[in-house]
Nanobody
Framework: QVQLVESGGGLVQAGGSLRVSCAVS????????MAWFRQAAGKEREFVAA????????YYAGSVKGRFTISRDNAKNTVYLQMNSLKPEDTAVYYC???????????????????WGQGTQVTVSS
C-alpha cells in the first residue's frame, strides 16, 4: 500500500508561482510512476504531469508544458509540482497519484493510477 499526502495549495494571483508537494510513504515506491492530476469545478479530472521515480523521466500535458515542472526528492520521499506563470484556468483541486509500479511507460489516463491523495486546492485570481 502507498499513502500520498498533498500540501502547498493556496491562493495566488495570475502570473504568480506556487509549489505543491506530495509526501509518499508505504511500500517501496522506486518502481512507481508518480503523477499530478487536477479537477476544476464541474469538469473531469485531467492529467497534468508525471515522473518515473526510477529514472526521473517526465511527461507533461500540453496546457502546462513550459510552465510547470514535476520533480522528486529521494531523500524526502516527496514529489513536487512547481507551477509558474499561473493562469485563472489553472484553478483546480490538484491530486497526487501513483500507478501500480509495473509499467515501463508514463501513463496519462486516470485509470492507470491506483493510489490517490486527498487533493489540495489551488486558486488563481485574475
Amino acid at each position: 500500500q502507498v499513502q500520498l499526502v498533498e500540501s502547498g495549495g493556496g491562493l495566488v494571483q495570475a502570473g504568480g508561482s506556487l509549489r505543491v508537494s506530495c509526501a509518499v510513504s508505504g511500500r517501496t515506491f522506486n518502481r512507481y510512476t508518480m503523477a499530478w492530476f487536477r479537477q476544476a469545478a464541474g469538469k473531469e479530472r485531467e492529467f497534468v504531469a508525471a515522473i518515473k521515480w526510477s529514472d526521473g523521466s517526465t511527461y507533461y500535458a500540453g496546457s502546462v508544458k513550459g510552465r510547470f515542472t514535476i520533480s522528486r526528492d529521494n531523500a524526502k520521499n516527496t514529489v513536487y509540482l512547481q507551477m509558474n506563470s499561473l493562469k485563472p484556468e489553472d484553478t483546480a483541486v490538484y491530486y497526487c497519484a501513483a500507478d501500480r509500479g509495473d509499467s515501463w511507460y508514463i501513463a496519462t489516463a486516470r485509470g492507470e493510477y491506483v493510489y490517490w491523495g486527498q487533493g489540495t486546492q489551488v486558486t488563481v485570481s485574475s
